[in-house]
Protein backbone atom coordinates (compact mmCIF):
# COMPACT_ATOMS: atom_id res chain seq x y z
CA UNK A 1 0.00 0.00 0.00
CA UNK A 2 1.13 3.78 -0.92
CA UNK A 3 1.10 6.05 1.59
CA UNK A 4 -1.15 9.02 1.81
CA UNK A 5 1.84 11.18 0.81
CA UNK A 6 2.66 9.00 -1.99
CA UNK A 7 -0.99 9.50 -4.11
CA UNK A 8 -2.37 11.21 -6.29
CA UNK A 9 -6.14 12.25 -5.03
CA UNK A 10 -6.98 15.37 -7.03
CA UNK A 11 -8.94 15.06 -11.05
CA UNK A 12 -6.64 17.71 -11.38
CA UNK A 13 -3.60 16.30 -10.76
CA UNK A 14 -4.42 13.06 -12.55
CA UNK A 15 -5.68 15.62 -15.45
CA UNK A 16 -1.99 17.68 -15.14
CA UNK A 17 0.47 14.52 -14.94
CA UNK A 18 -1.51 12.96 -18.25
CA UNK A 19 -1.57 16.54 -20.40
CA UNK A 20 1.75 17.36 -19.90
CA UNK A 21 3.53 14.07 -18.57
CA UNK A 22 5.94 12.07 -21.01
CA UNK A 23 4.58 8.97 -21.87
CA UNK A 24 6.04 5.39 -21.89
CA UNK A 25 3.42 2.68 -23.55
CA UNK A 26 4.05 -0.82 -23.36
CA UNK A 27 1.42 -4.08 -24.13
CA UNK A 28 -0.34 -3.34 -20.64
CA UNK A 29 0.38 -0.37 -19.54
CA UNK A 30 0.56 3.75 -20.56
CA UNK A 31 2.79 5.49 -17.79
CA UNK A 32 3.13 9.41 -17.91
CA UNK A 33 5.72 10.89 -15.68
CA UNK A 34 6.08 14.53 -14.46
CA UNK A 35 8.89 16.10 -12.45
CA UNK A 36 8.00 19.38 -11.10
CA UNK A 37 11.17 19.95 -8.94
CA UNK A 38 9.55 21.71 -6.27
CA UNK A 39 10.33 18.24 -4.19
CA UNK A 40 7.34 17.03 -2.85
CA UNK A 41 7.01 13.23 -2.36
CA UNK A 42 7.18 11.28 -5.10
CA UNK A 43 3.21 10.22 -6.27
CA UNK A 44 1.33 7.73 -8.45
CA UNK A 45 -1.77 7.75 -9.60
CA UNK A 46 -3.60 4.68 -11.29
CA UNK A 47 -6.31 4.81 -14.19
CA UNK A 48 -8.29 1.14 -14.80
CA UNK A 49 -11.16 1.72 -16.54
CA UNK A 50 -14.35 -1.13 -16.73
CA UNK A 51 -12.25 -1.63 -20.22
CA UNK A 52 -9.92 -3.86 -18.01
CA UNK A 53 -12.83 -6.16 -16.96
CA UNK A 54 -15.49 -6.23 -13.73
CA UNK A 55 -14.68 -5.23 -10.79
CA UNK A 56 -12.96 -7.82 -9.01
CA UNK A 57 -10.29 -7.57 -12.00
CA UNK A 58 -9.80 -3.83 -12.06
CA UNK A 59 -9.24 -4.14 -8.32
CA UNK A 60 -6.47 -7.18 -8.62
CA UNK A 61 -4.96 -4.81 -11.69
CA UNK A 62 -4.72 -1.74 -9.17
CA UNK A 63 -3.38 -3.60 -6.55
CA UNK A 64 -0.63 -5.03 -8.57
CA UNK A 65 0.63 -1.87 -9.79
CA UNK A 66 0.16 -0.55 -6.59
CA UNK A 67 2.63 -2.98 -5.44
CA UNK A 68 4.79 -2.51 -7.98
CA UNK A 69 4.46 1.25 -7.32
CA UNK A 70 5.55 0.90 -3.87
CA UNK A 71 8.95 -1.04 -4.48
CA UNK A 72 9.86 1.22 -7.64
CA UNK A 73 9.51 4.35 -4.76
CA UNK A 74 12.95 4.42 -3.85
CA UNK A 75 14.43 4.59 -7.29
CA UNK A 76 12.04 7.13 -8.69
CA UNK A 77 13.41 11.10 -7.96
CA UNK A 78 11.33 12.81 -5.48
CA UNK A 79 9.01 15.50 -6.63
CA UNK A 80 7.61 13.32 -9.45
CA UNK A 81 4.01 12.84 -10.32
CA UNK A 82 3.20 9.43 -12.37
CA UNK A 83 -0.06 8.54 -13.58
CA UNK A 84 -0.11 4.85 -14.69
CA UNK A 85 -2.90 3.94 -17.41
CA UNK A 86 -4.06 0.06 -17.10
CA UNK A 87 -4.74 -1.22 -20.88
CA UNK A 88 -7.85 -3.86 -20.99
CA UNK A 89 -4.59 -6.49 -21.53
CA UNK A 90 -3.64 -5.84 -18.56
CA UNK A 91 -6.42 -7.97 -17.24
CA UNK A 92 -4.54 -11.70 -18.24
CA UNK A 93 -1.01 -10.01 -17.56
CA UNK A 94 0.57 -11.85 -14.51
CA UNK A 95 2.61 -9.15 -11.74
CA UNK A 96 6.23 -10.16 -13.11
CA UNK A 97 4.86 -8.88 -16.41
CA UNK A 98 3.46 -5.42 -14.84
CA UNK A 99 6.81 -5.26 -12.73
CA UNK A 100 8.49 -5.42 -15.67
CA UNK A 101 7.02 -3.17 -17.87
CA UNK A 102 6.10 -0.37 -14.96
CA UNK A 103 9.78 -0.29 -13.86
CA UNK A 104 11.38 -0.35 -17.64
CA UNK A 105 8.75 2.89 -18.21
CA UNK A 106 10.18 4.80 -14.61
CA UNK A 107 13.99 4.01 -15.10
CA UNK A 108 13.65 5.36 -18.76
CA UNK A 109 12.10 8.46 -17.71
CA UNK A 110 14.48 8.40 -14.49
CA UNK A 111 17.09 8.69 -16.83
CA UNK A 112 15.63 11.15 -19.68
Known amino acids: MLPRPNRLT???DYKAVVRRGRRCATAHTVTYVTASGD???????FIVSRQVGSAVVRNTVRRRLKSVCAGALPDVAPGSDIV??????????DYA?????VVGCLSR????
Open 39 to 45: GHSTRFG
Open 84 to 93: IRALPSAASA
Open 97 to 101: QLRDE
Open 10 to 12: RGA
Open 109 to 112: KAAA
